[in-house]
């Protein structure tokens, strides 16, 4: 059995084995695939089971590879394969759901406490000479932020969402959680569901832990940001087009939002015209919250127990049934 990973540099730059996969077939990984539908047709060659991160796989490629029985997406969102025309194919796509859960909450924390103490900042300055020269005993360049007793909303109150908010419990935050399903058990004395509305007007911080879907796509925008508290901060793990990003540029730059921390921005890599380049007081990471080795390491498992539970005629974690 013939088995490509069309673009497996992401997931595992060489600190993983792909030995587990190995044990199924014979094995070829590819860094990147070009994206160019000929050229991924060509990359899969006569595979029946691949892989994708990011390579896109719509129905012009899937009609050409009938081949391909499996494909396993090596992340969560698995919007790259038009999984419609792989169901009509008879092609089984999979996806890995929770391995980032943990990562992905840290992250958020960590964008959320650089944003109140500029950490890398002030260490950038100490090693200017700025506090050899001082004549204070200590000084900082930019407001310095407390958590405790501020509240903090969760757009999006999933895996993520309950993971972020235990983390910031810690810090002394209290929660306000928007979800279309709530489940009461993960509400608390400091943890509340609240209407978007409510949230939006009582919350210091704002988080987005919400799938990409049609209801979603633009949630922070102009008319959301007015409802918003003055000198808000507002952050993004999840997804890109969550943000009309030129209308969360605007904020910044005016002042409405007083920070923005972004892991993840609308075109990824993202584009040199993208707004939030520009804006003040806006952090962007280049889309690594999910990232560190122990949860790709999860993935890596996970991927393997995907593909042996197809092989054995017990498919797990299917996307297009």
Known sequence: MKIVVLDGYTLNPGDLSWSGI???????VHERTDFSPEKVVETIGDAEIIFTNKTPLPKSVLSKISHVKYIGVLATGYNVVDTSAAKELGIIVTNIPTYGTTAVAQFTLALLLEICHHIGEHSRAVFRGDWTNSIDFCFWNYPLIELAGKTMGLIGFGRIGQATAKVAQAFGLNILAYDTNKNPDSENESCKYASLDELLSKSDIISLHCPLLENTQGIINKSNIAKMKDGVIILNTSRGPLVVEEDLREALDSGKVAAAGVDVVSAEPI??????????????????????????????NTTVENLGA????????????
Do not use: Y
Request: charged content about 20%; proline content about 8%.
């Open 310 to 321: 197809f092989i054995n005629g017990s498919p797990i974690n299917v996307v297009n049934q």
């Open 271 to 300: 584009k040199a015209d993208n707004p939030l380049l520009k804006a003040k007081n806006c952090i962007i990471t280049p889309h690594i919250a999910w990232a560190p080795k122990e949860s790709r390491t999860r993935l890596m």
């Open 22 to 28: 190995e044990t199924f077939g014979d094995l070829t």
